[in-house]
């Protein structure tokens, strides 16, 4: 029970007459909401005249004024919390690296698997092109490279029986040499039998006739050694030039299995397939658009002012709210901010040294990034974001 003496004095005094509520009557005429305006039995009775609001007792209307005092110094407080702490921009995008998907080769198109705003993963095929001319350039690739593998084995061969031509001509050089040097032997034993008088000019010269002979074979056995030697080199060449006929064929079968998978236009990442342009029995110019592809990687991009960018750092946690999902919230955080203003990026960035200078506050483009990807469109723009 409180102890305020109006309150006591209110229980104890009766009612004024006819001053009833409807609540608990039968009779609508009595309700005070339902007297002419002005009454004393009214709710909009002047406190001077008597009326109901005179009857209240003072704590009561203390406590209201206190309620609406607390109430604005709440709203305050929070409007200043969020001012202090937060930056806010409603210019703001969801945004993402739009690809123009086109084809690397001309042909004909057989087959477009996928179809408008269809999700796919990476890898799939978006577009497929008539194939039978790659695959013959890739078979004659492969018949060329099967050709130069051949050459380079042939000449490998012809280099190792050379080698072995070229031991066989050291080995006659070796006997060659051996027989020489018994020549010389027997050509200085003959000399010194004739000297001394034990020995003919006949043996003395047929000794030396045969070392000339032993000579000149030694020479011929040199130079064909020199000869076989020398075509080793030449093989050898050979075979570097084959090597690279070889390499060049590869090449070509890599350029050709290369042609043949781009006749397989692919999903690069997890996305959609929009504004499909590709036809069956259409013909494909390489580097014509086919469709776009829009990947599922997307984030904000927050046009913020130059003035609220000073406490502004990556990883500073947002908070997002997008006008195409009304209801709902989405985190994320500060990925980075762009190293100038939207302007000094445009294709005619302003030249302010010219003319009149007009002070006009720039904005920054912030790219925030979702904590959890959700599945957004493209385009639409937040409400806010706050960061």
């Known amino acids: 029970m409180t102890s305020d003496p109006g309150y006591r004095e209110l229980q104890s005094k009766p009612p004024p007459d006819g001053l009833r509520t409807y609540a608990g009557n039968d009779d609508p005429s009595l309700d005070v909401t339902a007297r002419a305006p002005g009454s004393r039995d009214t709710l909009d009775a002047r406190r001077d005249e008597g009326g109901l609001p005179g009857l209240l007792p003072r704590w009561a209307l203390l406590r209201r004024r206190s309620i609406r005092v607390a109430a604005v110094v709440a709203a305050a407080g929070w409007w200043w919390s969020q001012a202090l702490h937060y930056e806010s921009t ?21 087959d477009v698997p996928v179809t408008d705003n269809q999700l796919v993963e990476p890898g799939a095929v978006l577009v497929r092109i008539d ?29 190792n029986a050379q080698n ?96 043949l998978s781009r006749t397989q236009v692919q999903a690069p990442v997890r996305g959609r397939a929009a504004s499909i342009l590709a036809a069956k029995g259409a013909y494909a110019v390489a ?75 720039q904005r920054v483009p912030v790219k925030i990034v979702f904590d959890t990807p959700p599945e957004v469109y493209v385009g639409p723009a937040c409400r806010w974001c706050r960061a």
Do not use: C
């Open 131 to 159: 194939p039978r001319d790659d695959e013959a350039a890739l078979a004659q690739a492969k018949a060329q490279v099967a050709q130069a593998v051949a050459a380079v084995a042939n000449l490998d061969a012809q280099i």
């Open 287 to 361: 580097g014509q658009a086919l469709m776009m592809f829009v990947p599922q990687q997307t984030w904000i991009t927050a046009n913020f002012k130059e003035t609220q960018l000073d406490r502004m750092r990556p990883n500073q946690p947002a908070e997002i709210r997008i006008d195409a999902y009304p209801g709902r919230g989405f985190a994320g955080h500060v990925d980075s901010i762009q190293p100038g203003s939207g302007a000094a990026f445009s294709l005619l960035p302003p030249q302010n040294a010219t003319g009149n200078y007009v002070k006009v506050v």
């Open 164 to 259: 072995a031509r070229v031991d066989q001509a050291r080995e006659q050089v070796r006997q060659a040499q051996a027989a020489v040097d018994f020549a010389a032997a027997e050509n200085d034993r003959a000399q010194r039998l004739l000297k001394a008088g034990t020995g003919t000019l006949q043996q003395a010269q047929e000794k030396e006739t045969n070392l000339r002979q032993n000579a000149a074979t030694l020479a011929s056995a040199q130079a064909s050694l020199t000869a076989a030697e020398r075509q080793v080199a030449v093989l050898q060449t050979q075979r570097d030039g084959a090597a690279a006929q070889l390499d060049q064929a590869r090449a070509a079968q890599t350029q050709a299995e290369t042609n």
């Open 90 to 110: 409603d210019d703001a995008f969801i945004d993402t690296r739009k690809v123009q998907v086109a084809s690397a080769l001309n042909g004909i198109v057989i």
